[in-house]
């Protein structure tokens, strides 16, 4: 048997062997919510993190405290939303995460959260960009593909748009489409890394499993592709009412913060999917893209294009560009007629 001291230690070099360089404050927005709390808690775990400021409409302070416990170094704190507090856990931060927001519930699609989820959004992005115009902004709550462009409306609205900056979260649909393929093909999950493209909602949601040399076909490959889509829709049954994925997101914006953590601190190649201000569809009028991203020292480093895709693939490509640009332009269209 482990004890608690020897599995917490194990658990830190696993997850982030690396020993931090520099300094890092991260601030987490929406922190005491169902992704924000086991989020913050993987980040007080990584070394590389030296602040935490942790900042929600409840509960803050006592998740701070909770967490601050934990012997690492990081300081942690936590922010009310009183007149200042807001703007203090903001200020300096390097990393913005916004998991803040309300979860889908059996039925509802990411789309159906947009009109809580938007004001949302734009409001702390309104916040983050009088006070951290220069951190990378990590957006979590959904719809991804409609609040990342609304936090980037904002951010030109103030003169302070840094499109390598402004990251939507998707690294949870790789996670899930590296974990599926492994359950069908019994490999090791933690050696698949499954190319996802396009946005973070149902048929948007594109898996190139062809690019990792599988050739599923017929059925299972429409099965296969469908859990990928539609994998957040098994958490919020399972949850029954209760929510959608929590913990596995909390996984998944830890380690795209740490992948951003370790660009900053001048390792190379470190390659992440996200959904970006991209070039790669402007043509076909849809301004973001979901595609692997290499990061370094400035956020976005370089876009990799989408690649060689099968027939099959190219048609879940052109569903997804389709849904993609109005998801987009939702947003635009948002923050224009509700500055
Ligand atoms: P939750 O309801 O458990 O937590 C949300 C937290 O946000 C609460 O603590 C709430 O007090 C806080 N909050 C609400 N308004 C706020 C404001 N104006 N400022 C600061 N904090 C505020 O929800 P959960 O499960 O943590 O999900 C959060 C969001 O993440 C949802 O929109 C959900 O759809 C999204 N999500 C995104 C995923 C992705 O892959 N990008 C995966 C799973 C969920």
């Keep these: 048997m482990f004890s608690a001291r020897q599995i917490f230690a194990q658990v830190q070099r696993r997850g982030f062997a690396a020993s931090a360089r520099q300094s890092s404050k991260v601030t987490v927005l929406g922190a005491a919510g169902g992704i ?8 007080k775990l990584n070394p590389r993190v030296s602040q935490l400021a942790l900042y929600d409409i409840r509960l803050a302070p006592g998740v701070a405290a909770d967490i601050g416990h934990i012997n690492t170094k990081s300081e942690v704190r936590g922010y009310d939303p009183t007149p200042t507090g807001l703007a203090e856990a903001l200020k300096g931060s390097e990393i913005v995460l916004i998991p803040a927001g309300v979860p889908r519930k059996p039925g509802m699609t990411r789309d159906d959260l947009f009109n809580t989820n ?36 904002v951010f030109k609205s103030k003169g302070v748009y840094n ?23 019994n490999t090791d999950p933690a050696n698949e890394n499954i190319t996802v493209v396009g946005g973070h909602s149902g048929a948007t949601i594109v898996p190139l499993l062809s690019q990792a040399g599988f050739n599923l076909e017929g059925e299972q490959l ?7 889509q539609f994998g957040g829709d098994e958490v919020v049954q399972a949850k029954d ?77 052109d569903a997804c560009l389709k849904d993609l640009s109005g998801n987009i332009n939702k947003g635009i269209k948002f923050v224009k007629e509700n500055p």
């Design 36 to 43: 924000g709390q086991p989020l913050s808690l993987l980040l």
């Design 118 to 153: 938007a004001s949302i959004v734009r409001d702390l992005a309104k916040a983050a960009a009088d006070h951290a115009p220069e951190a990378n902004i990590l957006i979590i709550s959904n719809p991804v593909n409609s609040t990342v462009p609304i936090t980037a409306e």
């Design 163 to 185: 499109p390598k900056r402004l990251f939507g979260v998707t690294t949870l649909d790789v996670v899930r489409a590296s974990r599926f393929i492994s359950q069908i093909k």
């Design 222 to 228: 429409d099965q296969y592709v469908k859990r990928v």
């Design 241 to 317: 009412g209760a929510g959608s994925a929590t913990l596995s997101m909390a996984m998944a914006g830890a380690r795209f913060a740490e992948s951003l953590l370790k660009a900053a601190q001048g390792q190379k190649n470190v390659i992440e999917p996200t959904f970006v201000d991209s070039p790669l569809y402007k043509d076909q009028g849809v301004e973001y893209f979901a595609s692997n991203v290499e990061l370094g020292p400035n956020g976005v480093e370089k876009i990799h294009p989408v690649g060689k895709v099968t027939d099959y693939e190219q048609k879940l490509l």
